[in-house]
T-cell receptor, first 115, second 112 residues
Framework: NAGVTQTPKFRILKIGQSMTLQCTQD?????MYWYRQDPGMGLKLIYY???????DKGEVPNGYNVSRSTTEDFPLRLELAAPSQTSVYFC??????????????FGPGTRLTVL | DQQVKQNSPSLSVQEGRISILNCDYTNSMFDYFLWYKKYPAEGPTFLISISSIKDKNEDGRFTVFLNKSAKHLSLHIVPSQPGDSAVYFCAASHSGTYKYIFGTGTRLKVLA
């Protein structure tokens, strides 16, 4: 049981390039999330999904796209990278079976630098 | 608009003493609160949670207190250990959304 895995761990992009951050979970969780963490800041929700085929915007969705074709995978796409997207990106998943039990499991993060 | 605030960016505590981390929120719709711990170069890990129907939840050395009227929660760690040195985030959500708003974090340093 690997939990939540993210690839790559690190990436440097040039302005205007595109890339996909991969996220996979093996816990059969329906809910998945993408966050970014800027230095000295908390985690900001980018997008989330409540199941395959269903996605919704979070607090900071501009410049990103997501898809959810399977329960396991939730890739995050950056189409035209900008320096403001330099951040650490975390993927998380949970299976809410009732309040008091829904805790998110986080991946190790992807550190992205846009130059 | 920061709906969840952790006003102390850092805190240093002597080993064996109590660590108290604070969190304030502004949205009265929030009814579920969580604390996460984060080590460098790792993802956050869940620590403890509390529902708004309670004012206290305890798990070993960790206790979370919720004061709904003040919109304030705190995490107590007793006794503090050097391995507790990490960044602690509080997060909040309201029923049915399963969307979590995080605070900016407090870096705890436990001195041996």
């Amino acid at each position: 049981n690997a939990g939540v895995t993210q690839t790559p761990k690190f990436r440097i992009l040039k302005i205007g390039q595109s890339m996909t951050l991969q996220c996979t979970q093996d816990m059969n969780h329906n809910y998945m999330y993408w966050y970014r963490q800027d230095p000295g800041m908390g985690l900001k929700l980018i997008y989330y999904s409540v199941g395959a085929g269903i996605t919704d915007k979070g607090e900071v969705p501009n410049g990103y796209n997501v898809s959810r074709s399977t329960t396991e995978d939730f890739p995050l796409r950056l189409e035209l990278a900008a320096p403001s997207q330099t951040s650490v990106y975390f993927c998380a998943s949970t299976e809410p079976v009732g309040r008091g039990t829904d805790t998110q499991y986080f991946g190790p993060g992807t550190r992205l630098t846009v130059l | 608009d920061q709906q969840v605030k952790q006003n102390s960016p850092s805190l240093s505590v002597q080993e064996g003493r109590i660590s108290i981390l604070n969190c304030d929120y502004t949205n009265s719709m929030f009814d579920y609160f969580l604390w996460y711990k984060k080590y460098p170069a790792e993802g956050p890990t869940f620590l403890i949670s509390i529902s708004s129907i309670k004012d206290k939840n305890e798990d070993g050395r960790f206790t979370v207190f919720l004061n709904k009227s003040a919109k304030h929660l705190s995490l107590h760690i007793v006794p503090s250990q050097p391995g507790d040195s990490a960044v602690y985030f509080c997060a909040a959500s309201h029923s049915g959304t399963y969307k979590y708003i995080f605070g900016t974090g407090t870096r705890l340093k436990v001195l041996a």
